[in-house]
């Protein structure tokens, strides 16, 4: 598999709306390697046609690969993107933080069962991720999960965490609040609290009693 990351001058990931340079990497053995790279700046086509033809343009460079990671931009080229093939998806960090997290969501079959079975101390399922550096913490965007897995519900993703998992926080993103939420906290003895921003609404769960 190949995944394009949007990288600013730093090597962390960048909006489409700033100039950057777009890598795409391979995996080589246990560690991922750039192979190409390729500078990005769209702020240079100042008409929408212009910019949908460079974003066509830039999705025929990256050719096979297919997925491309940047920090979160505007609609329009999720859009765009997607117009031409190629799936995009959010990212913060260096790549070293989240392209296996994305070869594993593709990778992970929706039903597949385990290995092993799955203990207090089991992994998280590949759409839900470990906060670096908070011990017990956890994330999830349930907007990507959507974009990216046809036919998967918020229950399928959420309901085998809260069963099999230890956790203190996992924060979600989401579009809006499910309607089974509530009424599921309860019997896995969690507790919710939600904030919306008129875009998005971030939930974050806990154990009760905290």
Known sequence: MKIAALLDAAGEAAPFTEAGTICVYERQGDSWAAARERGFASAAHTSVRALRSYIAETARWLGDCKVLAAKRSP??????????????????????????????????????????????DAAAPAYIVPIPGKAGHYAAD?????????????????????????????????????????????????????????KQVKICVYPAGR
């Open 75 to 120: 609609g329009y080229y999720r859009v765009a993107f997607e117009g031409c093939g190629v799936a995009l998806w959010a990212a913060e960090g260096a790549p070293p933080q989240f392209v296996s997290r994305i070869e594993a969501f593709y990778e992970r079959r929706v039903g597949e069962p385990e290995a092993e079975p799955r203990g207090k």
């Open 142 to 198: 349930l907007r990507e999960v959507m974009a990216h897995r046809t036919g998967v519900s918020s229950r399928e993703v959420l309901l085998p965490f809260f069963s099999e998992t230890a956790f203190s926080r996992l924060e979600i993103v989401c579009d809006h609040v499910p309607k089974w939420f509530e009424r599921e906290l309860g019997r896995f003895r969690l507790k919710a609290v939600s904030e919306s921003n008129g």
